[in-house]
């Protein structure tokens, strides 16, 4: 045996063994398959959410003065719709829980659960959010932010929480009052008030107990701001009261946004500002899968035949370079 036969010998084995003829990419796929299989556990640190979302569901968030898909929509559905591109968008290990506020509570109707894991529950229960959840018919929107406020706090020190308004207060606040919170402390809970609506105020839909329509409130039937020692007002026409939210936002120590179109709340939310870095667990599975089909493909690949129609063999190349072609040879 010669000095350089030896490597030679092993590369050969090698090339046999792990060449597109060889067993060595079915080995190596069975074992990459079992990986797939059976994974290891992995953690990595990602950024994930905790949510708790409170919607207004009194009546004039059934105004419909906004759009969704170019067509005009109430400013609950608006929210609801926000709400659904959130929960995809949202990575696994995030929570999001439900609230509703009416007349001065803003009540969690579920705790927030985990949203891959969870997801269909969450969509099918957020649809069922609508006024007929509604208890009473009054609307105090800034006591309803404090108890949004104390709901996220109950629930855990990492939880924020979101407040979808249209922020219409009935009856109409009186001069300078706010909210009894000595409770809270401002900034204690992070979140965000989010403003639902249009600037032009127009009438209100009237519903009953059961969603029903009843026409649209009148003057006479709502208190004004005039009869509590406001200014004269349309209280029975309803627009987006920014200046009010942006206030209480302001009081509770938290951030505002409208909400003009869908991803304005996605993101709202997806802030890095309201994410914590916690170890979750990572579906890497897909990697050994893809890795054990690559391989597969290129052991049996040269049997289909595809690569000997286009890439000819060595010996069909030293043919075709000795043939001369016709008609170029010159008789002796």
Known sequence: MTPGSQPRQWLSAARRFGGSSGNGPLVLALLLLALAVWPPRVQLQRPVFNWQVSFDITQSMNVEDVELDHTAVSRLTLARAAMRD??????????????????????????????????????????????????????NVSKGVT????????????????????????????INETPPMTDIKPGDVKGWLIGVGGDVPVPIPKTGSNGEPAGYWRADEVVQGSAIGGTLNHEHLSELRQDHLRSLAELVGVNYRRL?????????????????????DADLRWIPALLALLLLVWRFAPDLGWLRERRPSKREKKATGRVQPRGLTRPA
């Open 147 to 174: 108890w949004a406020v104390r709901g996220a706090r109950s629930i855990g020190p990492d939880t924020s929480f979101v407040f979808i308004s249209d922020g219409q207060e009935s009856p109409p606040l009186r």
């Open 260 to 280: 003009n179109k869908p991803d304005a709340l996605m993101t709202a939310m997806l802030d890095r500002r309201y994410a914590q870095q916690v170890p979750t």
């Open 86 to 139: 959130v929960l995809s968008a949202l990575p696994c290990g995030s929570k999001v829980g439900w609230s509703v506020f009416s007349d001065y509570r803003s009540v969690v109707i579920l705790t927030p659960v985990e949203v891959c894991s969870h997801y269909e529950e969450l969509l099918a229960s957020l649809e069922r959010i609508d006024g007929r959840m509604r208890w009473a018919n009054a609307s």
